[in-house]
């Protein structure tokens, strides 16, 4: 099996998943725009031959390049796994020819009117929403919705320009703040609990499922720096209270045809139960979202996924044996990390449950908060009983203090 993979250095799962695509025997060759020699050396090693673009994102020029390239002969796959490439690897699918999601089945991951219009037409859940490119129409948009709301960009990322929207005021100060987007959704706003539902599939088949539990909601999560994040890989799936999320996860994938490789959905679970559709990638979940899978299963979901796209199974052990918390920290001040507080004593607590910690180091400049999900740093702490988890989950984000100056 021959496969191409675009963008093998970025985000930095990428690595991860080439060498796993190496490992179950896959001859992997790979595109981008860094130069070989940047690459890093998990990637140098699983690939057989790369390929350096003036510019990825100048997509006929790509297209055309990977087409007289030899690296690019007798491909098997073409793979993305990084949401800004999901087109571009469908149109050089269908420019060569291989199988996987083509142009059609891709815009209905990317585009977050279009997702909600398909599964709308099969009877699943979504927010009420309507698409906006002008003022006027947001305006009108709002009104037939009503309060509160939500205005996001049809193809955004990690919150940015997402906003709530109680009331007309606000809705002044909203479309001011996102004139810049082209094209937003207004949709219904869902009040609830956010988790995630993620998969990894062959043929149509889900082969290994996740759900991650988001604590507290993302978008308040990016509002309030104190916050420290947590994404919680569950263990116990089948638990009742998630069967709405997992069962509409499951029918969201048949209604968009989905057939081999991740997928990543977001949903809400209101307090009466019920579950609401968020939006979906045909892609993994990032910021390192995927390690908490590793090691709520003690497995290598990168090299799980690439069985899958390879051989069509997955022959690892993937019961899931603990539920796995990342905690995400942002240091308090600005500048350059000068020290953490806290640290030693919650490792004599509870250590032995703390399975990572990816702390920046004193000295090194802070990263900023709103652009990155993963802050200054994370620590994942691990436990089969979800309680005891999400206690020192919550004890990681209070007494663990990192300061900057
Ligand atoms: N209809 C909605 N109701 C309530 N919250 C929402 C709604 N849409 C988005 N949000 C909030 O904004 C966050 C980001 O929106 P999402 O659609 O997931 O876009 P992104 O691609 O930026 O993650 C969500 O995780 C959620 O907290
Ligand atoms: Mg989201």
Known sequence: MKILILSPAYPPEMPFFCRGLAAVGATVVGIGDSPAGA??????????????????WDEDATIAAVQQWAGARGLDRVECLWEPG??????????????????????PFRDKEVMKQVLDRHGL???????????????????????????????????????????PDE?????????????????EFIDGEEFTHDTICSDGEILYENVSWYRPRPLIARTHEWVSPQTISLRDIHAPDL????????????????????????????ADGEAVFGEIGARPPGARSVDMMNYSSDADMFTAWAEAVCHGRIEQDLTKRYNAAQVIQRARGEGRIERIEGL??????????????????PGTPRRNWRATLLSDGWMVVRHPHLPTCTRMADEIGTNVRMYAN
Not at 39 to 56: F, G, V
Not at 86 to 107: N, V, Y
Not at 148 to 165: C, E, F, N
Not at 176 to 183: F, I, M, S, Y
Request: charged share 25%; aromatic share 4%; hydrophobic share 40%.
């Open 39 to 56: 690459l890093p050396e998990l990637t140098r090693n699983a690939l057989s031959d790369y390929l350096q673009l003036p510019s990825l």
């Open 86 to 107: 999901m087109m571009l690897a469908a149109r050089l699918r269908e420019a060569l020819g291989l199988p996987g999601l083509g142009c059609e089945q891709t815009l």
């Open 125 to 167: 859940r979504t927010p009420r929403h309507v698409s906006a490119t002008t003022e006027d129409q947001v305006r009108a948009a709002a009104e037939r919705i009503g309060y509160p709301l939500i205005v996001k960009p049809i193809a955004g990322a990690g919150s940015a320009d997402t906003h709530r929207v109680d009331g």
């Open 171 to 187: 809705l002044d100060r909203v479309l001011a703040l996102t004139r810049h987007v082209a094209e937003v959704s207004v949709e």
């Open 243 to 270: 069967a709405a999320g997992v069962d509409l996860g499951r029918k969201v994938l048949k209604a968009l045809g989905f057939q081999t490789g991740f997928t990543h959905m977001e949903w809400f679970r209101t």
């Open 344 to 361: 030693r004593r919650t490792l004599s607590r509870f250590g032995q449950h703390i399975v990572s910690i990816e702390l920046l180091p």
